[in-house]
């Protein structure tokens, strides 16, 4: 190999090296509590949460203030947020005036919506179009991801994965 070629590989390698070295930094000195992370809302009052349902019933998370609010975020393709959807609907029947479910739907027209409802159950209202900044804004990764919102509007638990009835009611016991 020649002095020329010598020099070209030591200049790339430098560059590659800086590089890298740049990149680790970065993950090093960022915080994990940026807007990626779902972990973020939780100890703080929630993201508002304005729009229209799937009924064209305007809905803000702000008139829910004095209840308990479970926002679940979910998709009808997911597995895991169908198999949650009963628990849903039982948890919604036996706590109907001191508690409230709100779904929040990721990238799915509001048709598709309604008929999953219909063909399973649960009388919430349900936001389907435009999510994209409430995701944003509570930090969603994956789905189902839930966030229990207490009667002061402040953020108490974050669910990753599905969740029973009898557990989102033992949640709110434990916040109470």
């Given at each position: 190999?020649?002095?020329?070629?010598?020099?070209?590989?030591?200049?790339?390698?430098?560059?590659?090296?800086?590089?890298l070295?740049?990149?680790?930094?970065?993950?090093?000195?960022?915080?994990?509590?940026?807007?990626?992370?779902?972990?973020?809302?939780?100890?703080?009052?929630?993201?508002?949460?304005?729009?229209?349902?799937?009924?064209?019933?305007?809905?803000?998370?702000?008139?829910?203030r004095?209840?308990?609010?479970f926002?679940?975020?979910?998709?009808?393709?997911?597995?895991?947020?169908v198999?949650?959807?009963?628990?849903?609907?039982?948890?919604?029947?036996?706590?109907?005036?001191?508690?409230?479910?709100?779904?929040?739907?990721?990238?799915?027209?509001?048709?598709?919506?309604?008929?999953?409802?219909?063909?399973?159950?649960?009388?919430?209202?349900v936001?389907?179009?435009?999510?994209?900044?409430?995701?944003?804004?509570?930090?969603?990764?994956?789905?189902?991801?839930?966030?229990?919102?207490?009667?002061?509007?402040?953020?108490?638990?974050?669910?990753?994965?599905?969740?029973?009835?009898?557990?989102?009611?033992?949640?709110?016991?434990?916040?109470?």
């Open positions: 190999m020649s002095e020329k070629s010598n020099g070209k590989v030591i200049a790339v390698v430098a560059i590659a090296a800086a590089l070295g740049g990149l680790v930094l970065l993950f090093a000195t960022s915080s994990t509590s940026g807007p990626d992370s779902s972990d973020q809302v939780v100890g703080a009052l929630a993201p508002e949460i304005v729009g229209v349902d799937t009924t064209g019933t305007p809905f803000d998370l702000a008139d829910s004095g209840k308990w609010v926002v679940n975020f979910f998709a009808t393709w997911c597995p895991p947020c198999a949650e959807h009963p628990e849903l609907v039982a948890f919604s029947e036996r706590n109907e005036g001191t508690a409230e479910v709100v779904s929040v739907a990721f990238d799915q027209p509001a048709e598709v919506i309604e008929e999953f409802f219909e063909s399973n159950g649960g009388d919430w209202p936001i389907a179009e435009d999510t994209g900044g409430t995701v944003l804004d509570y930090g969603v990764i994956k789905l189902p991801e839930s966030f229990l919102i207490s009667p002061e509007g402040v953020v108490v638990e974050k669910v990753a994965g599905g969740v029973t009835a009898t557990s989102l009611e033992a949640m709110i016991a434990e916040n109470s």
